[in-house]
């Protein structure tokens, strides 16, 4: 039996360089006319009952070469259960070794979330009481840019993730934190305030197997102060859409490549930054904190100097035209090294835990936003 590698699917991406003996080398495919590339995910069959040492030959070009040492690659034989593969980074060659219990296995750079699940997710959560779902527009391949809003209260939350589609951490997140939304728990918040969310700004991206790009390229948290038609209508729907309500509060969802923890980035350096402005936001920081282990506010990005945000970052971009509490959360492709998970890193599940202890800490302080 030959062994098969393929990664023609929702979500899918690797090129197979050569096959010979138990050495499969591979290839991540760039996102489509961009030289992003990091993201890979792809299906192994016909290698029952033997080991197979799986060579990535280019992670050192990739986006973020200081994601790979310390890193592990994410593997399942079921879809569901993702486990880390013990991986080396070596010479420029992210390296694993796999044994195959099974007829099959699949490989990923995180717990993929495709965008068939994504239209499970929207499904479910339209059919809950009290949820208004509205497609604010398409994306460039013609997907819908689905929208769910749940509450009434008058400050307005707005929750968007997943605008790097290589990035699946923010979709779980997104899944825990509308099933949190849907639950009686979310009543106290939802009194205060009119949630709106965006699960997945990057429809066509996700599909397409992308790291950071949309269908014709562009990196869409580039697009904020500008956005169009022809080259970021994701971001020019949902954009149009907050100029509608107003926004008090948002979380731009991401994933982080080198960094081993959770951290959120605010947008010192606004031009119209202040103390005051800026102490909501450091205190939502310190009050996750405190609320989960899965939290920390030590690590993290540089923060901008006086006057020197870019504003065509969402971040940035809310602060300064709503002057709203606008935070990036990052979340890690390794691990949250304060609580680490020898077995599975940073997972699905904790990501889903970490979108409900979100908006428990800001339900906790939406009064004072
Ligand atoms: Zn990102």
């Not at 098969?4 to 290839?27: H, K, P």
Request: one cysteine or more; a negative charge.
């Amino acid at each position: 039996m030959s062994i098969s590698v393929n990664a023609a699917f929702d979500g899918g991406n690797i090129r197979v360089v050569g096959i010979e003996g138990d050495r499969i080398d591979l290839e991540i495919v760039k996102d489509r006319q961009s030289d992003f590339y990091q993201w890979f995910h792809f299906r192994v069959a016909g290698a029952a009952g033997r080991t197979l040492t799986f060579r990535i030959l280019n992670a050192a070009g990739s986006a973020y070469p200081r994601g790979w040492p310390g890193y592990s690659t994410r593997a399942s034989t079921d879809r569901e259960t993702w486990r880390l593969a013990e991986t080396r980074y070596e010479g420029g060659v992210l390296e694993w070794r796999w044994t195959f219990a099974t007829p099959l296995a699949w490989f990923a750079y995180f717990a993929p979330y495709s965008m068939e699940r994504h239209a499970a997710l929207v499904a479910h959560t339209a059919l809950a009481a009290g949820v208004a779902h509205r497609e604010l527009g398409r994306s460039l391949d013609g997907q819908a840019i689905d929208y769910l809003r749940l509450g009434a209260g008058p400050k307005q939350v707005w929750l968007y993730g997943r605008q790097h589609p290589g990035e699946p951490m923010a979709e779980w997140w997104m899944e825990g934190a509308l099933e949190w939304l849907t639950s009686a728990a979310a009543a106290p918040l939802l009194a205060a305030a009119t949630v709106h969310v965006v699960p997945n700004m990057n429809p066509d991206g996700t599909r397409r197997g992308h790291l950071r790009t949309n269908a014709a390229g562009v990196n869409l948290n580039r697009e904020w102060h500008a956005p169009s038609a022809e080259r970021s209508p994701e971001v020019l729907c949902v954009r149009d859409a907050m100029d509608a309500t107003g926004v008090d509060f948002a979380i731009d969802v991401h994933g982080d490549e080198a960094i081993p923890a959770n951290f959120i980035a605010g947008y010192e350096g606004i031009p119209s930054w202040s103390e005051d402005h800026g102490a909501k936001f450091y205190a939502f920081g310190h009050r996750l904190a405190a609320h989960t282990p899965d939290f920390q506010t030590e690590r993290g990005y540089e923060k901008a100097s006086a006057g020197n945000a870019n504003l065509s970052m969402s971040t940035n971009q809310l602060a300064e035209r709503f002057g709203a509490v606008s935070v990036t959360l990052e979340m890690p492709f390794k691990d949250h090294d304060l609580n680490p998970d020898p077995d599975h890193g940073w997972s699905p599940e904790r990501c889903k835990r970490l979108g409900v202890a979100c908006l428990e800490t800001l339900a906790g302080m939406i009064d004072e936003i």
